[in-house]
């Protein structure tokens, strides 16, 4: 059964508190207060726009896809919920989590995944994620992932948690790993866009090994798809980003994506 009620009023302990640094465009850090809360639809217009700001900063258009308003208002609510972080009434980052309906193609992730037909009611996304580009690296968007998932743990019937990243979107991959998801899959979405299906259970978690036991460059997609064929996952990303973002970002974006590697093991051990 899917969720059924109001998360705003279920949820309101959940959130949280802390400090973040701002870099503004003086280069002049200073730290703020924030709170993370579950936005209501009064946030909407705010969502909207700083999803803009970011589709506007992205050093490649294919790694975001982007939300109409009517989409991401039906996050908010009964199909989902959207986490915020607000900082002196400003919204400064969101994470986007959404109750595909079972026979949904595009967002129900558990078909691509092949899960059973009696899981896929039990299927919840990570959608989208963005962090305002002057609080970019006060990890906000692991914190709001932890945040998210103590959520869905506590409501039923959720335990299949997926999301889709382009395989260029190093920085959220990596994001993604280190919350505890597993790679499962390159395949093409979105209308012919490139991304990888990543899955973390919620009630019973797999148990990978710790040390890859193959690396294989971030960009040899051939490779990757041959190995998720045979049943291999991806759990960790390797090598250090190239961190002359202020002078030439696409540079050092596209130089990041050439040296990075991602580590494979074989499917999980059970029980
Ligand atoms: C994915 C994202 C939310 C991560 O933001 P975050 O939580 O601030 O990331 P982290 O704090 O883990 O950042 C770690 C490091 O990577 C850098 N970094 C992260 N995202 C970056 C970006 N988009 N551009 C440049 N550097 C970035 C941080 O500055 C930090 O560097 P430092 O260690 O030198 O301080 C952010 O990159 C973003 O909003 N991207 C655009 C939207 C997007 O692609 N979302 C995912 C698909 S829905």
Not at 36 to 57: C, H, M, P, T, W
Not at 121 to 142: E, I, R, T, W, Y
Not at 164 to 172: C, D
């Amino acid at each position: 059964m899917p969720f059924i009620g109001n998360i705003n009023l279920q949820m309101k302990d959940v959130t949280g508190t802390g400090v973040a640094v701002r870099k503004g465009n003086d280069s002049v850090l200073c730290e703020v207060p924030y709170e993370i809360r579950i936005l209501d639809a009064g946030f909407l217009s705010e969502i909207i726009k700083l999803q803009q700001v970011i589709i506007e900063g992205l050093p490649r258009g294919e790694m975001l896809q982007p939300f109409s308003e009517s989409f991401m208002k039906e996050h908010i609510g009964k199909k989902g919920f959207i986490l915020g972080v607000v900082s002196g009434g400003r919204l400064i980052a969101f994470r986007n989590v959404y109750f595909p309906d079972i026979d949904d193609p595009e967002w129900n992730l558990g078909i691509d995944l092949g899960l059973p037909e009696n899981s896929l009611c039990k299927v919840a996304n990570f959608q989208m994620v963005c962090v305002h580009p002057d609080f970019l690296g006060n990890s906000l968007a692991l914190v709001m992932n932890r945040h998210a998932i103590s959520i869905l743990r506590k409501i039923e019937p959720y335990e299949h948690l997926c999301a889709t990243v382009s395989p260029y979107n190093f920085w959220n991959i990596r994001i993604l790993l280190d919350t505890g998801f597993a790679v499962m899959k390159l395949k093409k979405k979105y209308g012919g866009k490139l991304r990888y299906i990543v899955h973390m259970n919620l009630k019973n978690p797999d148990r990978f090994s710790s040390t890859p036991e193959l690396q294989i460059s971030l960009t040899d997609f051939k490779r990757q798809k041959e190995l998720f064929e045979e049943g291999w996952c991806a759990v960790q990303l390797s090598g250090k980003s190239v961190n002359d973002y202020d002078a030439c970002p696409n540079i050092a974006f596209e130089d990041t994506l050439k040296i990075l590697e991602i580590g494979f093991v074989r499917q999980p051990c059970t029980g």
